[in-house]
């Protein structure tokens, strides 16, 4: 059966290339757009390619209006993704959130929205393979290791903070135990805000400077001994295998699944 698929941001970065691989799939068949910039026109004019003939709406409120969606992935901004997935939810269609930024609030808003309506959301911090086995081998190593935290890195002209990546690895973690320090960030003598923000009772570390594109790293220290995990993308292409299997994933259940290794 073919899913149907609108796609919010399809004409930023990622969204070009999501729309180039559904169209390219014989099982997903590319509805509807969105992109606030670029509303009115055709989707081919944006993206140079002449099956995106689909029109861009200004909202996905418009959008869902007028066409046959099942499926609807959000890489929007930060600033609006979450009224987004209540607008998709709200309507009873399921959502695969590639946009960062969320709280763990807000997930609990959307996955309280999702078992209202009956419909699935599934979230990942970050959709590459890579990052996903980032996460798994950090809670295999948080196991048996007692104090880490973790450093965020983009360019300076990423505006959220942490990010989605380093958000889903703090939470995961989180659920494993809690780090330990010998000094307490509270006790820091000097500048406190240097040790970081605490998420989840990791200390997190985000630095945005040019020339990174997407970096995250866990550092976890026991006696006499380190081991780092380190997750870098250098382009949008890891994102895309990971988000179109989390559309063909998302019907089959309700509520909300976070992190991409739900779904390996």
């Known amino acids: 059966m073919t899913i149907r698929i609108c796609l919010a941001g399809a004409t930023g970065n990622v969204g070009r290339q999501l729309v180039r691989a559904v169209l390219d799939a014989d099982d997903l068949e590319l509805t509807a757009a969105v992109g606030k910039r ?3 026109n055709a989707l081919s004019e944006v993206t140079g390619d002449p099956r995106a ?3 861009v709406h200004a909202t996905l409120a418009e959008a869902l209006a007028v066409s046959a969606v099942d499926v609807v992935i959000d890489y929007t901004k930060p600033e609006v ?3 987004n997935v209540r607008t998709a939810v709200t ?3 399921h959502v695969v959130i590639g946009t960062s930024g969320l709280s763990d609030q807000d997930y609990i808003d959307i996955e309280r929205w999702a078992v209202e309506h009956g419909v699935g959301v599934f979230a990942a911090g970050n959709f590459s393979i890579t990052a996903t086995l980032l996460q798994e081998l950090a809670l295999r190593v948080a196991r048996y290791m007692q104090h880490w935290e973790i450093l965020d ?3 300076d002209t990423k505006p959220d903070a942490p990010s989605g990546t380093a958000r889903e690895l703090a939470y995961q973690l989180g659920r494993v135990g809690q780090p330990e320090s010998a000094v307490p960030v509270a006790a820091t003598q000097g500048l406190r805000e240097s040790r970081g ?3 989840n009772g990791a200390q997190l570390h985000s630095i945005r400077v040019p020339g990174f594109y997407s970096a ?3 550092i976890f220290g026991g006696n006499s001994e380190r081991i780092e995990l380190r997750h870098e993308s250098s382009s949008y292409n890891p994102y895309v295998t990971g988000t179109l ?3 063909r994933k998302v019907q089959g259940f309700k509520g909300l699944k976070r992190g991409l290794s739900k779904l390996l």
Do not use: E, I, M, P
């Open 53 to 55: 003939t689909v029109k």
């Open 197 to 199: 923000a605490s998420l």
């Open 245 to 247: 299997l989390a559309a």
């Open 216 to 218: 995250c790293q866990v």
């Open 81 to 83: 993704v979450k009224d």
């Open 38 to 40: 670029h509303a009115g």
């Open 153 to 155: 890195y983009a360019a």
């Open 91 to 93: 309507a009873g269609r």
